[in-house]
Structure formats: structure tokens, C-alpha cells
């Protein structure tokens, strides 16, 4: 069979508001760490994060962040999308994400409901940096 083929979407960088902890729960310690601010750039969408959003993630019993994000973006002219991503955290400390796009069907952007992608984060303190395919 022929391999999927990828093609670049986005680099961005994401401003994050100070951590939230939850304490060990059932599905591990969760934390929720607020998306308050950034911006992307790619071929074919440019925009900036919005201030409405978070990473509901959890440290697993082996000592592995899992992120579960929910946020916004809004493109530079003037669509909202919304972006859902979760994947596990590798040893060399990139998170390997699974990514979903949500925006109106009459958007220049709606060929971003039917694709599916992935993106690599590296973090730091106080924000992420997210490649998208």
C-alpha cells in the first residue's frame, strides 16, 4: 500500500497562563493549563490563538503527560477555528499530537474539517511551540 504523504499546515507559538492543579484523580494527576495568546503562520492559514481555551492534560501512571487541548484561533481574516489536540508525551520531552479542526462549512478554511493531522509540541516555561501537518 501507498503511505499517507504530509503536508505542512502551521508553526506557531502558543502563550500559556500559570498551571491549575487538579490532584491525582482515576485517569492520573490532571492539571489544566490555560491557552491565553500566540500566533501561526503557515501557506494557507496565518492567525492568533485566542484567549479562550486549555490543556486538560494528565500524568499517567507511568509518568507520561497526556495533553487533551481544547482552544481557539482566529485567522487573519477574520475566521474562527477551533482545534482539539491530545497525544502522548515522548522521553526526548515532544508530545506527538493528534489534531482536530472544527470550522463553518462555509469558511475559506473548511477543508480543515475533513483532514487529518498531526503536529509536534515543544514546550518551555510559560509556552508551546506546535509544527502541524
Sequence with gaps: PKPPTFTYLYSSNVTLGPTID???GPR???????I??????????????????????????????NPDTRYGILTDDGANIYIQTSGPT???????LRMIFETAANSTY???NEIVAVGILTGGSGY?????W
Design 90 to 96: 515522548q522521553k526526548d520531552g515532544h508530545t506527538h
Design 36 to 65: 491565553t495568546g500566540g500566533t501561526l503562520s503557515g501557506p494557507r492559514i496565518k492567525g492568533n490563538f485566542i484567549n479562550l481555551g486549555a490543556d486538560w492534560g494528565a500524568i499517567d501512571n507511568l509518568g507520561v503527560f
Design 110 to 112: 473548511s477543508w480543515l
Design 128 to 132: 508551546v511551540s506546535i509544527d502541524a
Design 28 to 34: 492520573g494527576h490532571r492539571v489544566a493549563i490555560p
Design 22 to 24: 487538579y490532584g491525582a
